[in-house]
Structures are given as C-alpha cells and as structure tokens.
C-alpha cells in the first residue's frame, strides 16, 4: 500500500534511504534510527513509514505499529544500556515541542539527575473545571 510522504520531509527523506541513519530496526510500516540530537546515549526515534505530522491524522494501526516498534527499541536500551528511566515521547505541534512534522516516538533512556526537563510538579485541580473539560471530551469520543 502507498503511503503519503512530503518531498521536503527530513524523515521522509530517511525513510526513502535518501538521507543517512543509524538504523536500528525496520518492518513494512515503521522504521527506528538513532536521534542525532540526543538527550542521553541511546536516544532513538521510531518513525511512521507514511508521512502523516500528527496522532489525529495518522491512521489507528500505524500509530499502534509505531508504538510496537518503539516498545521493542525501548526494550532492547532498558537491556543493554540499564537506564535508571525510560521515557517514551510523541510531539505533536510547535508548542507541544514538535520539530519534525512527521509523526514519531521518542525513545528516551533517562538517568537521575540528567537534566532533561520533562517533568512538571502536580498539584490539585478544580475539580468542576476538570468535570466540564471531561464532559466536552466525552462527547467527542
Ligand atoms: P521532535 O522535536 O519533532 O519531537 O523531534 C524531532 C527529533 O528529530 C529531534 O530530537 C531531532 O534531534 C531529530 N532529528 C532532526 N533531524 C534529524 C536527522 O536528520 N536525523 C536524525 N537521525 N534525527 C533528526
Ligand atoms: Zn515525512
């Protein structure tokens, strides 16, 4: 089956062979490779073969191939690099920290103390606040 892909894509690009990787796994829908901007050793992306930016357009059982792929490159860092964390990531839009328009999962080894800032303190919502945003989602779903 024919996937969408954008010419100016960087990871269309790497799918296509086009553009250099460390590749890491690959199947009919999905490919891994190492990010070349990495957080901490062993950084990885697992990447749609498709170029769909977002979770709301890309289809269902691409998403869950992605997810499958990045669940097996998490598990192969958790073996061979003992992390003391592991932190699975997807980006969608600028201000969620999206840089690249096509969709993708973070694998993200983590050690204390590193410095990578995901992390946020929680503290208690309006609960009346919380009910009514549950009640738009819901008729949404
Ligand atoms: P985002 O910010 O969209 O969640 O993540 C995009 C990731 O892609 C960044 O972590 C960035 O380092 C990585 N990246 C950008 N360009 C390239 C590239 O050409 N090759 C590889 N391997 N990773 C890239
Ligand atoms: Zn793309």
């Known amino acids: 089956m024919s996937h969408p892909t954008d010419a100016d894509c960087v990871f269309c690009k790497i799918v296509a062979g086009k553009l250099p990787c460390f590749k890491l796994l690959e199947d009919e829908s999905t490919l891994a490779f190492m990010d ?14 498709g170029h769909w930016p977002t ?7 691409m998403l869950a191939a992605v997810a499958r792929t990045a669940q097996q490159v998490a598990k192969a860092a958790m073996k061979v690099l003992a992390p003391e964390g592991m932190n ?39 609960m009346k606040a919380i009910e009514a945003v549950a009640d738009k989602l819901r008729a949404a779903l």
């Open 55 to 61: 979770v709301d357009v890309i289809p269902a059982d």
């Open 36 to 49: 070349i901007n990495p957080v901490n050793p062993g950084h990885a992306l697992a990447v749609a073969k």
């Open 88 to 126: 699975l990531v997807q980006a969608n839009g600028s201000a969620a920290g999206q840089s690249v328009p096509h969709l993708h999962i973070h694998v993200m080894p983590r050690r204390v103390g590193d410095d990578v800032s995901l992390n946020w303190t929680p503290a208690p919502g309006d």
